[in-house]
C-alpha cells in the first residue's frame, strides 16, 4: 500500500463533548432528570388542518413540535439524534435500527439506478456486500473499490455518473486512517458527497470537522457499549436527514429502518459516559500494543509509531481520546489465531471469542473468516488481511495488569514469549 504525502491542511479538532454537553436537555414527563419514553406510533393533532400541514411538510418536530407517525419522526428517537448531531457537529442527524440501515439508506438516497460510488476496499463486510453484490444487482449503482490511502487511485476511480466518496474512518480490520480533508478536497472538488463510517472512533475523530459531509455510524458498537441493541445514525444537513424521510422519496420512511424509542432511550443513557469510555478503551489498546510490540509480535495499532498513519491519525483526532479501542495481532495461520482465541476465552477469561467491538469486555474474532469475510480471497490479500489476523477490541473490566497476565500466560503457552515465573514482562505490576 502506498503512502502518498498529502498537502490538505488539517484543522485542530474541538472536543465535541463541549457542544455535546450544551444540547438542549430533555426532561421527563413529571420533571424527571432523564427523558420520558414516547411509545406511541400515531400523534393526536389538536386540529385537522395540523394533519394537512404535515403531509405538505409544513408542520414537524422542528416547526410546531408536531408528531405525525412513529416510522416518521418519534420524539424519543429524535432526541436521542440530536445528541448524535453535536456529537458529530452537523446541523442534524437521525436513529436508525441498525448501523446498515443507516449505510444502505444513506447511499440509496444519494445514489440513483446508474450511479457510481467510489468506496474504499476495506470497509465492514456488510458495507462491502451491500456495494459489491446487492447494490449492481438490485439497483443499478456500480461502487469501484479503491485504496483510500492512495489518493490519485480514489481520484483515477471517479467518473461522470459517481456521487459518492465512502471510506470509514479507521478501516476494519487492517486500522489503516482516512485521510479525510484530502478526501474532502477531492470529493468537493468532483462535486460529490464524502460518507465517513465513524464506527471505529466516536469522539476520536470528527470526520464533519474535518470535511465530510455524512457520517454514517453502527452504535451496536462503542456508542451502545452494552452489546445488547442494534442500532445505526446518519449524521447530516437538516435538509439530508429531511429527504430521508420524505414521504414519497424518502429511504428512511420508505424502506422503515425504524429505531424503537425504547432503545433510542436505553442508548441515550450511554451518551454522558461515552467520552470516558472512549479514553480507556484507548488506553489499555494502547498499553498492550506497546508491550506486545516489545515483545517482537507482530501487532498493528495506530497509536505506535510505526504505524503508516501514525502521523496522520496524530493530526486527525482529538488526543483526549487517543487512538482507538481495537488492535491487530497477526499469527500467521488461523490455527494459531484459534488456538490464541480458545485459551484467552476459556483457560485465562481475558476475554471473548466473539465478532462486534466497543463491548465492555475484550471481544477477539479472526477478521478473515468471521467479519470480513464477505470479501473475496483476492480483495482480502489486496487490503492486506491475513488469515492469522486476530481483531482485539479492548475491553476497560477488570485491571490493564490482570488483563496483561492473562494474555502474557496464552502467549507464552504458544511458544511466543519466553515463559517466566512471577510478573510477566512489562508489568508495572510486581503483584503476582
Ligand atoms: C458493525 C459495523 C457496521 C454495521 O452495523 P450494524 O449495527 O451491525 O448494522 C457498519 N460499519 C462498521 C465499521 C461496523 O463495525
Excluded at 252 to 261: I, Q, R, S, V, Y
Aim: one cysteine or more; proline letters at 5%; aromatic letters at 6%.
Amino acid at each position: 500500500m502506498k503512502n502518498k504525502p498529502n498537502v490538505v491542511k488539517h484543522p485542530r479538532v474541538k472536543n465535541p463533548v463541549e457542544t455535546l454537553a450544551n444540547t438542549r436537555h430533555e426532561f421527563g414527563e413529571h420533571g424527571g432528570v432523564n427523558m420520558s419514553i414516547e411509545a406511541s406510533t400515531t400523534f393526536t393533532a389538536m386540529h385537522p388542518d395540523v394533519l394537512a400541514d404535515m403531509f405538505h411538510g409544513d408542520k414537524g418536530p422542528d416547526k410546531g413540535g408536531c408528531y405525525l407517525y412513529g416510522r416518521h419522526f418519534n420524539p424519543t428517537v429524535y432526541s436521542l439524534s440530536r445528541q448524535l448531531a453535536a456529537l458529530e457537529g452537523t446541523e442534524a442527524a437521525y436513529c436508525t435500527a441498525s448501523g446498515m440501515a443507516a449505510i444502505s439508506a444513506t447511499l440509496i438516497q444519494l445514489c440513483n439506478t446508474g450511479d457510481h460510488i467510489v468506496s474504499a476496499h476495506t470497509v465492514y463486510g456488510g458495507t462491502y456486500a451491500l456495494m459489491h453484490d446487492m447494490l449492481p444487482v438490485k439497483n443499478g449503482i456500480t461502487t469501484t473499490l479503491v485504496d483510500i490511502t492512495d489518493l490519485e487511485e480514489v481520484e483515477a476511480a471517479i467518473t461522470e455518473k459517481t456521487r459518492v466518496l465512502y471510506a470509514e474512518s479507521i478501516a476494519n480490520p487492517t486500522l489503516r486512517v482516512a485521510d479525510i480533508p484530502a478526501l474532502s478536497e477531492i470529493a468537493h472538488r468532483h462535486n460529490l458527497t464524502l460518507v465517513i463510517d465513524n464506527t471505529f472512533s466516536p469522539l476520536i475523530i470528527s470526520p464533519k470537522q474535518l470535511g465530510a459531509d455524512i457520517v454514517v455510524h453502527s452504535m451496536t458498537k462503542f456508542i451502545g457499549g452494552a452489546s445488547d441493541h442494534i442500532a445505526g445514525a446518519i449524521c447530516a444537513d437538516k435538509e439530508f436527514i429531511l429527504e430521508l424521510m420524505d414521504l414519497h422519496t424518502g429511504a428512511l420512511m420508505l424502506l422503515g429502518p425504524t429505531m424503537d424509542p425504547k432503545v433510542a432511550y436505553d442508548i441515550s443513557l450511554r451518551i454522558p459516559h461515552l467520552s470516558l469510555r472512549m479514553a480507556e478503551h484507548g488506553k489499555r489498546a494502547q498499553l498492550f500494543a506497546e508491550r506486545l510490540k516489545e515483545l517482537g509480535l507482530k501487532v498493528t495499532y495506530p497509536g505506535l509509531p510505526e504505524h503508516p498513519d501514525h502521523g496522520l491519525f496524530s493530526e486527525l483526532h482529538c488526543a483526549d481520546y487517543g487512538y482507538g479501542g481495537i488492535l491487530t495481532l497477526d499469527m500467521g495461520a488461523e490455527e494459531a489465531a484459534n488456538q490464541l482465541m480458545d485459551m484467552l476465552q476459556n483457560d485465562y477469561h481475558f476475554g471473548y471469542l466473539a465478532v462486534s467491538l466497543g463491548y465492555f469486555d475484550t471481544l477477539m474474532s479472526c477478521s478473515g473468516s468471521t467479519t470480513s469475510s464477505e470479501m473475496t480471497e483476492e480483495d482480502k490479500a489486496e487490503a492486506g488481511i491475513s488469515p492469522g489476523l486476530v481483531r482485539m477490541s479492548l475491553g476497560y473490566t477488570g485491571t490493564s495488569e490482570q488483563r496483561w497476565r492473562q494474555l502474557y500466560k496464552a502467549l507464552e503457552r504458544m511458544g511466543l514469549v519466553q515463559a517466566v515465573s512471577g510478573p510477566a514482562p512489562g508489568s508495572e505490576s510486581r503483584a503476582s
